[in-house]
């Protein structure tokens, strides 16, 4: 029978025990699947780890599991670092758009706020909180289904400026953009280095303005085809294609 995978918090592992506090994964391992006492399960700590281990004890507040063998690296993550930069989208596309791109091993996903954005989150930060630990959790449940052991970071919603200014240690800059006439990922990716950073615009795409801006810090346009593409079928697009093209997808 195929082991069912549980995310847990590294510091909630000491020696050869381990315990799970999460509401959602005690809710589903007695309340859904029913396990008990003695069944085996494996575990993965969000940052690459892999634990096989047995439950012990089951309570509605903690499960307590003992460690069967030592924890072993997970061969699931791409070698390409792909960060995904997403002008903010309606609730649901974002919300599918994580859980894809995880699967697909993306490994950051910075959500900004541009010119075209319809979700204004900025202007209510206990909502845009709100978001972000929803992305988190979609992230990790991804990561949970597609075997992987590292989850995916989130970064918190910022402003267009803010996210020109992160600087990926050597990154690849490109920027997904319709107006674009000339320029080829095929181009980009002949002297490409790792990371690569992917800027993709909200619905209403980039402005010229932004597009010159993100330019001048560093991004190369890249146009994907003579079709005009939906934001959430760009990023999918993108990151399938940086897989395959420089990553474990080929």
């Known amino acids: 029978m195929k082991l069912r995978r549980f995310k847990i918090d590294k510091e909630c592992i ?13 809710r589903h391992i007695g309340k859904v699947l029913r396990l008990k006492a003695g069944d085996e399960v494996i575990l993965f700590d969000g940052e690459g780890k892999e634990y096989y281990a047995s439950l012990t004890r089951l309570s509605p507040r903690e499960i307590s599991l003992t460690l069967l063998r030592e924890p072993s690296s997970v061969a699931a993550e791409s070698p390409l670092k792909i960060i995904l930069g997403v002008g903010v989208l309606k609730a649901s596309k974002l919300d599918w758009l994580v859980q894809k791109t995880t699967e697909l091993g993306v490994a950051e996903v910075v959500p900004f706020y541009s010119l075209h954005v319809v979700p204004r989150w900025e202007e209510a930060p206990p909502l845009a909180g709100s978001r972000q630990s929803r992305w988190e959790k979609i992230a990790s449940e991804a990561a949970k289904q597609c075997g992987r052991a590292q989850v995916p970071k989130i970064h918190s919603p910022r402003s267009f400026e803010e996210m020109l200014a992160m600087k990926p240690e050597a990154a690849t800059k ?57 934001a959430e079928t760009a990023g999918i697009a993108i990151v399938s294609l940086l897989q395959f093209v420089r990553g474990d997808l080929s």
């Open 174 to 230: 490109i920027l997904l953009w319709e107006k674009e006439p000339a320029g080829s990922l095929k181009n980009v990716l002949a002297s490409s280095v790792s990371p690569i950073f992917a800027l993709i615009g909200p619905e209403g795409g980039f402005s010229d303005e932004e597009a010159l801006r993100a330019r001048e810090a560093g991004f190369q346009p890249i146009r994907l085809g003579p079709r005009i593409l939906r």
């Open 14 to 26: 000491e020696g050869w025990k381990a315990t799970i506090r999460d509401p959602g994964e005690i």
